[in-house]
Every structure is written in C-alpha cells, then in structure tokens.
C-alpha cells in the first residue's frame, strides 16, 4: 500500500513498528514447581549441577531420572457409589441381592463338602488326582457357576475356544478380579499357581489344594526355583491337567498391562494367552484400591454384570532359536496387551506393596508413591521389601500433600545437621533442584549409592578406621570424631542422636551389624565417611 516503507509480499512481516521489547513473558516449566523458589544464593550453589560429587569415592556417577509414569495400574474407577442412578439401583436390587448372598453360601458350603470328599483319603498328591475324584469335583465347578451367577454374571461372553491340553499345556491371563480364578475353576479345572498364604484362606484353601496347586513365595528364591520345576514337571506330561497363571502376580484395573513374571516361560511350552474384559458404564469391577467387602457388594446390588473373555492363538517359543524366557513374555504379553488395546507399563506387585503402605499411612496421594518397581529392579537391583523399609524412612520425613519432603526433615530423620555435605547429600537426590524431594528421588538415589560394587567396601573400610583399637565395636567417642571431621558444626547433641541411630540393638556400642544394618537402611549417610583415607583406600573410580 501506498505509504508503507516495506513491500506488501510473502516475506514480509504480518505486524509492522512491533516494540523491542515483550510485554509479557510466560515461563512453562516441564515439571509444576510444588514449593517455594530457593532464594538463598549459598543454597542455590550447593544444589547446582556443578556442586562436588558427595559419593565420588564410590564411583558413584551423577544421579539423574526419567519422568514418573503418570499411570495409576490399580486405580478402581468408582471407589465410591455416586449418583442417584447407582443409589435407586441398590435401593432397588437389595433384596435381590440378599437373595444372591444366600445362593453364595449355599453354592460355597456345597462346594467345599465337595472338595472334602475328593479330597478324603487322598495321600499320593504328587501324582494326578485320579478320575473319579475329578467327577465329584465337578459338582464344586457347578457350584462356581452358581457363585459367577449370584455376584451378577448371568451370561458369559466367549470369544474363540481353549486350545487343547496337547497343544497348549499353559494357560496365562490378564488379571483384574477374584472373579477370574472361579471362571477358570470352571470352565478348565487347571492347576494353579498360588502365593502360599492362599492355602490358609477359609473355604479357597480347601478348593485350590483339590486343583493341585503349585504354591509359591514370591520373595523366596528357592520357592520360585521349585515351583518353576513344578511348572515344568506338570506341563511335560499330558496326565496332569493344565496350567494356569496370571503372570502380573496381581489384579490391575485393567486399563494397563504390567510387567510379566517369568515362571510360565521358563519352562519353554506353547503358551494359550487369555484376554479378560469387564465392560462397564457405572460400575468398576476391578479389585484395586477397594475392599473385598465392598467390592462385592456392589457386585450383588447390581442389575447385570459384563465379563468377555477371549481366547487368543497360542504363543509358541520360536522354533530352531534358543529364545530366553524374557522375550517369550515380552511376545505374550504384546499379544494380551494389543488385544486388550492398552499400553504396558513396567509395575509389579512391589508397586501394589508400596500403594498399600501409602493408603495404610493415611496419605493424601497414594499414587505418588508408585516407582514402577520392575523397572527399578532391573536398573538399581533393588527388591520389593526393601523398598517398602525406604518408604517407611520417608514417610518419617512428613511430605506434603503433594508426596514432597522439605529439606529440613531430611535432615531432621537422617540426624544431619545444616552444612555443606549435608546439603551435597541432599543436592544429589534432588535431581529437578526444588529443595524438595519426591519418594521415587530417594529411593532410587539411595539405591543407586547401595547397589554400588563398592558399598559393601567403602563401609568396612569406614568401620576399621573408626575401630583404630581393633575392638570389632565403635563408642560414641570414635564415631562423633569420624563424624566431625566431615562436618564440624555437629554438635554434642547431634552426636549423640546420630550415634543412637547407628546403635540398633541400643547396648550403648556400634558392632559391625549395627553399622552395616544402619548404612543399608540410609545408605545416603555413607558419605559422612569420606574421609581421605576411606577415598585411599577404596580408590578413587572413573565417574560413568
């Protein structure tokens, strides 16, 4: 146009005679800041990036972490019965549901006389059960259909058929509800895999010992040993029923897949995958973070309850390769997961540990807590029950509603006092530098200084310098001045309080056990030790 000093084409810009200067800055942070910004220049610093390694010694590199998961695996949809619909259904159907409460005990009481009789007398456990104990186990399986059609389940949709016994001695499904181990019962009669304490369960022990159950202690290496061998043993011959296993180890909400235990794939049989589905509008079926009770009373107070299931081509290992049991599962697990249309996430039962632990804790955001302990297994080696010895560390350090522990009560649980190595130590595992810690920064950081080759060195080391006369215990003299020396503005008081956390047996003396039980439970406190002759001693590492 006439009078513009730039020409009107496609390179030119849209708005002309802009201000240098914006009027308005926003600063999208990639993570919410949950606290207060850190003003303190000193403390900014010792936060940083660029502040001293303290567990260098170690050969222990930078700590840094991917994102959290977002994913709740276990979270019911409707923990609570909300609107007027569901409360007219339950005003409507509590008769009908006292109705249905009788048929289940009636179903369950027949059924476990059953099992009693097919049971009596019977020695050789290790051998099938012989056939004519299986015809009168067939009137427990009629009762397990009543039991599905009291809690609602009128009608069960199939989807293609069980592969024969032949063809597919396993079984594996994705697992959302008790409801599933009944429809199996019925509709296969396998052989099981169960966690021991199923066997002193009222009524359900009775049962699933008639299935000829292979128990197995999930946190015993040689249980897990001898059931694989049980796995292996069974599937290899043809006189023993099928099996069955639910390889996440625990019910989900069925939104997600978790990671797969391996005991069904170890053994190296084609494998039948089973997809389950519970269609819903109003009402979650799955068993999450709901009581059993009333789980099942939302199942008897309504109308109809939907349940599909879906049986998939069988999985076979690949033929003329050695292919190791972790591909077998990822191959099963990728076929239950793209039939269900959901992603697969690395969770585990020890997630299930430290949920439960959250809520019996009374906190606010239970899900907070949750660190996908399969994957943390795999990179930081460390177990379920440790983690869950962790999370009681850091529930001691009152976090807030957002599952964030301020600086000061780190201090405050692990008897540090402010100073510069403290605030190293805490500057490591405060890997987005709030100032503030989340439960999955100190479990994994802590993990990441134990699990360390030389951890188990560096604190032998420690001990015998403290112990200069050689007397296999510390006195609180000898640990205050090892402690000193790494941080002299410890009082006399702080001394002590740090000295009686070390003391476990509380006999006024640190042993070896006591030092070394104290460190695998704070780990972090290690660096309190590095002193010259400790870094000599375990050498100085290359940081990777």
């Known amino acids: 146009m006439e009078g513009d000093s730039k020409p009107n084409d496609l390179t030119s810009p849209l708005l002309s005679n802009l201000s240098p200067n914006p009027h308005l800055i926003l600063n999208m942070e990639e993570t919410p800041n ?12 010792r936060l940083s990036p660029f502040n001293p390694n303290p567990f260098s010694f170690l050969g222990v590199g930078p700590f840094s972490l991917p ?5 709740d695996p276990f979270r019911n949809q409707t923990p609570k019965i909300e609107g007027f619909y569901e409360w007219f259904k339950i005003l409507v159907c509590f008769p009908i549901a006292i109705l249905r409460l009788v048929i289940f005990g009636l179903a369950l009481l027949v059924g476990f006389f ?24 067939w009137i427990t399986r009629i009762c397990a259909r009543c039991i599905l059609f009291s809690f609602g389940y009128h009608w069960i949709k199939r989807v293609g058929k069980p592969a024969s016994r032949e063809t597919a001695p396993i079984v594996v499904s994705n697992h959302v509800s008790y409801i599933e181990p009944i429809f199996f019962f019925y ?19 009775t049962i699933i010992r008639a299935m000829q159950v292979i128990y197995v202690n999930r946190f015993s290496a040689p249980s897990r040993k001898h059931a694989v061998n049980e796995i292996k043993r069974k599937a290899s011959s043809d006189i023993f029923p099928r099996l069955l296993l639910f390889p996440e180890g625990t019910t989900t909400n069925g ?3 978790i990671s797969f235990q391996l005991g069904a794939f170890i053994p190296g049989f084609p494998i039948q995958p089973v997809v389950v589905r519970y269609p819903h509008i109003h009402f979650d079926q799955s068993w999450g973070n709901i009581s059993l009770a009333k789980l099942m009373f939302r199942m008897f107070t309504q109308f109809h309850n939907f349940m599909e299931v879906e049986y998939l081509p069988i999985v076979a290992p ?39 632990r959250a809520s019996e804790m009374k906190q606010d955001r239970a ?17 379920s029950q440790e983690a869950v010895e962790f999370l009681d560390t850091f529930l001691a350090m009152n976090p807030d509603s957002n599952g964030r522990v301020q600086i000061h009560e780190f201090f405050r649980i692990l008897r540090l006092v402010s100073s510069p190595l403290s605030e190293k130590i805490f500057g490591f595992i405060d890997v987005e530098k709030y100032g503030s810690i989340t439960f999955r920064q100190f479990l994994l950081g802590s993990a990441h200084v134990m699990k360390r080759p030389l951890f188990q ?10 112990d200069e006369e050689d007397k296999g215990y510390l006195t609180k003299q000898q640990m205050g001045d090892a402690i000193l020396s790494a941080m002299p503005s410890m009082s006399g008081q702080n001394v002590s309080e740090i000295f009686n956390l070390f003391d476990i047996d509380k006999d006024g003396s640190v042993s070896w056990d006591d030092f070394m039980t104290c460190l695998r439970r704070n780990p972090l406190l290690v660096a309190l030790f590095a002193a010259d002759q400790l870094v000599e001693e375990t050498g100085e590492l290359e940081v990777v």
């Open 457 to 466: 060195r560096a604190c032998e080391v420690a001990f015998d310098i403290c």
């Open 67 to 71: 994102r959290p998961s977002p994913i």
């Open 255 to 257: 939104r997600v897949l």
């Open 34 to 45: 949950f606290d207060s910004p850190i003003t303190d220049p000193q403390l900014v610093h």
């Open 318 to 356: 690949l033929k003329n390769k050695k292919e190791n049991a972790v591909h077998f599962a990822e191959q099963t697990s990728y076929a239950i997961a793209s039939a269900l249309n959901v992603v697969q996430t690395s969770h585990s039962y020890g997630d299930l540990m430290l949920l439960t």
């Open 187 to 205: 509709e296969l009669f396998p052989t099981i895999v169960a966690s021991e304490s199923h066997d002193a369960t009222p009524f359900v022990g």
């Open 367 to 383: 899900s907070d807590y949750l660190v996908e302990m399969a994957w943390a297994e795999s990179v930081f080696n460390i177990s």
């Open 114 to 137: 059953a099992t009693k009789l097919a049971l009596q007398g019977w020695k050789d456990r290790h051998n099938p059960m012989p056939k004519w104990r299986c015809r009168v186990m």
